[in-house]
């Protein structure tokens, strides 16, 4: 029983809601961009996107984080964009040792210049 445990994938979840003074559409081309990732996300070295769907609303995305020679992992990620209600989802659709891995993000308009971001990620190790 305790080396079942042991063994057990592990699942960790993490949402948050925040007020932010940045135009909602520009978060949403800067999450979307992940060709740029590489050039602003820590412990990112690698990140590029690989096909495109026709209607432009889904990509798979790849990219390669980590500290080598510590840790390193790369997966592909298949990215929906909703414009018009400015959500971006994202889920893992290949890699080494993530078994899951799940985002969400949805930007919203307020008055004035606060807006709101949600963000949830959940991911599985194996």
Not at 80 to 85: D, H, L, M, S
Not at 90 to 115: C, F, P, T, V, Y
Request: aromatic share 8%; proline share 6%.
């Amino acid at each position: 029983m305790i080396l079942k445990s042991i063994l057990a994938p592990v699942t960790k979840q993490h949402v948050q809601k925040k007020i932010i003074k940045t135009h909602p559409l520009h978060l949403f081309r800067i999450i979307q961009d992940v060709d740029d990732y590489v050039n602003f996300l820590p412990l990112c070295s690698y990140s590029k996107i690989l096909r495109k769907a026709p209607d432009g609303r889904s990509f798979d995305g790849k990219l390669i984080v980590g500290k080598p020679p510590l840790f390193s992992e790369e997966y592909t990620s298949r990215v929906t964009v909703i414009p018009e209600t400015l959500t971006i989802q994202m889920e893992s659709i290949e890699s080494q040792r993530i078994d899951a891995l799940r985002s969400h993000w949805s930007l919203e308009e307020k008055q004035g210049k606060n807006n709101e971001v949600h963000c949830g990620v959940t991911f599985q190790l194996e």
